[in-house]
């Protein structure tokens, strides 16, 4: 059974839908919750929960920045070049312009965070089982 099944169900904010529209940009499931759509806005601010071994491909925010609230659950964060850090319910991590990185779960866990979005993201190639693997290694 993987930990932090709760999560799954939404933790604060609704989990929402499977995330169709970036699973080709995703590696496993994970599940999106729009929370703002208000036009005078222009930040993207979305729920996302990933199942367990999900995670995002390797992308840059262009052009913006981006702020993940970690709200459920354990995960990674990487940035190109730097060691991956363990997230738990309560961090806040900044991702600045033109940093390439990647965000998800840990292998045995849900996880859930808040992203605040601005910018144009671009999306690269997967982060592979050989490196992903490599992270609960440590
Ligand atoms: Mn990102």
């Known amino acids: 059974m993987a930990k932090n099944e709760d999560v799954k169900k939404g ?11 970036y699973a080709k940009y995703f590696v496993g ?3 999106l919750k729009n ?7 222009n930040v993207g601010v979305g729920n996302v929960t990933f199942e367990p071994g999900c995670r ?17 659950g354990e995960g990674w964060y990487q ?21 390439k ?3 998800g779960a840990t292998k045995d866990s849900w996880f859930s965070h808040i992203a605040i979005t601005a910018g ?9 089982d050989e490196e992903y693997s490599k992270l609960e290694d440590r």
């Open 35 to 41: 929370l703002v759509s208000d036009p005078a806005v």
């Open 101 to 103: 990185h990647w965000h």
């Open 56 to 72: 995002n491909n390797w992308h840059i925010h262009h052009d913006g920045y981006q702020i993940l609230l970690v709200t459920g």
């Open 79 to 99: 940035e190109e070049g730097q060691k991956a850090r363990k997230l738990h319910p309560g961090d806040v991590v900044v991702t600045h312009d033109g940093i």
């Open 11 to 21: 933790v604060i904010f609704s989990a929402g839908e499977k995330n169709e529209a």
């Open 120 to 128: 144009k993201p671009e999306w690269l190639e997967a982060v592979t």
């Open 29 to 31: 499931q994970s599940f």
